[in-house]
Nanobody, 125 residues
Framework: QVQLAESGGGSVQAGGSLRLSCAAS????????VAWFRQAPGKEREGVAS???????RYGDSVKGRFTISRDNSNYTVYLQMNSLKPEDTAMYYC???????????????????WGQGTQVTVSS
């Protein structure tokens, strides 16, 4: 059974930092890519970052250099460290697990079978 649970969202001022956590079931963690997506009201769901079981990472252009995705094998958790936050980073953030058909499609929501419930991030100016 695949389970994903996000935590760590909250409200922060522009320039601040937050760290999101995605606690995964062992199967989801070891067999799947795990990705972070975000969705703001009225906008499409956007791929933020992904990490493979062998720690290969990918990032969306809007977060490169500011966000870092990582894994902790001791507790089946994937983290998203978010620095230099901007108001446009405000969104619901979701953790997802799956195996993208091509590496170039990692950012597409349809490539992922399993989703968490989301955690809200709000960045004020």
């Amino acid at each position: 059974q695949v389970q994903l649970a996000e935590s760590g969202g909250g409200s922060v001022q522009a320039g601040g930092s937050l760290r999101l956590s995605c606690a995964a079931s062992p199967y989801a963690y070891s067999r799947n890519w795990v990705a972070w997506f975000r969705q703001a009201p009225g906008k499409e769901r956007e791929g933020v970052a992904s990490i493979t079981p062998n720690d290969s990472t990918r990032y969306g252009d809007s977060v490169k250099g500011r966000f870092t995705i990582s894994r902790d094998n001791s507790n089946y958790t994937v983290y998203l460290q978010m620095n230099s936050l901007k108001p446009e980073d405000t969104a619901m953030y979701y953790c997802a697990a799956g195996v993208p058909y091509y590496t170039g499609t990692w950012h597409k929501p349809d490539e992922y079978n399993y989703w968490g419930q989301g955690t809200q991030v709000t960045v004020s100016s």
